[in-house]
């Protein structure tokens, strides 16, 4: 073979490579999979909300409104003057005095057909002597105690109120109240 | 002795006369060819702020989420929650790892395909919506040989029931 049909050779080479190797390198293609899994649980949610009538007296707007750490302040008050917040309302049935604020708590469920719920409150200390808090008609304990057996989901109004009788020292009164929604 | 003289003469003389005494070359010519091919691959790595995969660094692998819930207060390590009123949707970041060789490629595309009908649950692919049918999530992906991370989420609507969750997706990378 002479010099010149070797480069015929080896042109006829790389012109079979450019028609038939390098197309394919642009268009390699591979795979692979991903396979996803989750265990989804049924759940329900509880937070509290400012209610609609937020403001008017017996109605104090939360702090952190809208989640489930939220506060509610009742102001300053006392036996002879009242309470300083208009969103308080204040009575004297002697010889004690109320204060009262509503809100509302919303629980929602996800993922259950459970169609109701049970609502439990506790506090988180005992209170001074004659102090009482109420949680609308309940009186609370350090100890959960069932508020409604069966609400159904969505949004509910409560009340707190405290009640001081006259003979109470002057003091800061403050309480954590833990509020706990089981599905029914 | 004169006879031995003669029989060392004699074998010698045969020796010769065979060639095997003789300087003599051969040769010979091997003619090898490899085929270079090109070829492309994927595998799947964990993110370092995503869950562990199953079958990590390999191209089957798989993403598992765990035990959710929409109120849960931590989903497990890796696992982001969000929630809205109507769902909420659970994710993680996870890695793919495309080498090629053989190729001028400088980009890949990515497809992604869901195996099975999601149902009420929505795959979503880096905030793509993925169904059956293949579409490209990635057009022209640069990164060679380097971890990209990538974000996959499932979307469970609150009033579906409880249970277990499951699908594949399948990817196809195609060299550009």
């Not at chain 1, 642009?26 to 265990?39: D, F, I, P, R, W």
């Not at chain 1, 707190?160 to 403050?174: E, K, T």
């Amino acid at each position: 073979m002479n010099r010149s049909q070797a480069n015929l050779k080896r042109a006829v080479w790389a012109l079979l490579l450019t028609l038939f190797v390098f197309p394919r390198l642009a268009g390699a293609q591979t795979s692979g999979s991903l396979t996803v899994t989750a265990n989804v649980q049924g759940s329900i949610g509880l937070v509290f909300d400012n209610n609609v009538n937020v403001g008017l007296a017996g109605f104090c707007p939360l702090s952190n409104a809208g989640t489930n750490n939220a506060g509610l302040d009742l102001g300053t008050a006392s036996f002879a003057q009242g309470d300083n917040l208009a969103c308080v309302n204040f009575s004297r049935p002697v010889p004690f005095y109320n204060v009262s604020s509503a809100f509302d708590v919303v629980v929602t469920k996800a993922n259950t057909a459970s169609a109701s719920y049970r609502l439990a409150v506790a506090m988180s200390t005992v209170p001074p002597p004659n102090v009482t808090w109420l949680m609308n008609a309940l009186t609370m304990t350090t100890a959960a105690q069932t508020l409604q057996a069966a609400n159904p989901y969505g949004r509910t109004t409560e009340t707190l109120r405290v009640q001081v009788r006259n003979s109470v020292p002057a003091q800061v009164l403050v309480e954590v109240i833990t509020f706990t929604a089981t599905a029914n | 002795m004169r006879t031995t003289l003669k029989i060392v003469t004699l074998i010698v003389g045969l020796l010769a006369g065979s060639g095997l005494l003789s300087a003599q070359t051969a040769s010979g010519t091997l003619n090898a060819t490899l085929i270079n091919r090109s070829g492309i691959a994927v595998v799947f790595n964990s993110d370092p702020a995503g869950v562990v995969l199953g079958g990590a660094g390999t191209s089957t692998a798989s993403l598992n989420f765990g035990t959710v819930a929409m109120y849960m207060a931590t989903p497990a390590a890796g696992v982001s929650l969000t929630r809205t009123a109507s769902d909420f949707t659970i994710s993680s970041p996870f890695d793919t790892y495309v080498i090629i060789g053989g190729s001028a490629s400088a980009s890949y595309s990515l497809q992604a395909a869901l195996q099975s009908a999601s149902g009420v649950y929505t795959f979503k692919f880096d905030g793509i919506a993925l169904t059956t049918t293949s579409s490209v999530v990635v057009a022209a992906d640069p990164n060679y040989f380097v971890n990209v991370p990538h974000t996959l989420s499932l979307t469970v609507p609150k009033t579906a029931p409880a249970g277990a969750v499951s699908n594949t997706v399948n990817f196809l990378v195609t060299a550009n």
